[in-house]
């Protein structure tokens, strides 16, 4: 099981996460600031396989949600980030956060062009 709170560091800036919900699959994070909201969602599921003999899918989402709350003289403000993570059961967890890594560090090398809607 994952800390009571987890620390999202954003432009620099640490952000503590608090664990709000938990059951037996994920949990809720959440910090309420005075001018903005952070919501982190973690599940851990798994998916049928539908062919005989082929393993089931582990799969383990991150859902991260981030409000900057309206003013007088602006608009809210939202964005939101997700991941997910699907490996047949069996596989090696080492393997499989590898790439996981270097999908992020992919990810992270195109991220103002993928912004920006390139394809």
């Known amino acids: 099981m994952l800390a009571n709170t987890l620390t999202l560091t954003v432009n620099a800036v640490p952000v503590t996460l608090t664990r709000v919900n938990q059951d037996n699959y994920g949990s809720v994070y959440t910090y309420k600031g005075a001018s903005e909201a952070y919501s982190l969602q973690i599940r851990n599921s798994v998916e049928k396989s539908k062919v005989v003999g082929v393993p089931d899918i582990e799969r383990h989402n991150a859902f991260l949600e981030h409000t900057v709350y309206a003013t007088p003289t602006a608009?809210?403000?939202?964005?939101?980030?997700?991941?997910?993570?699907?490996?047949?059961?069996?596989?090696?967890p080492a393997k499989v956060g590898y790439d996981a890594v270097g999908f992020n560090t992919l990810v992270?090398?195109?991220?103002?062009?993928?912004?920006?809607?390139?394809?």
Not at 108 to 116: D, H, K, N, P, Y
């Open 108 to 119: 992270g090398s195109i991220l103002t062009s993928l912004i920006a809607g390139e394809s």
């Open 75 to 92: 608009a809210e403000k939202y964005n939101s980030v997700t991941t997910t993570i699907r490996a047949r059961i069996g596989n090696d």
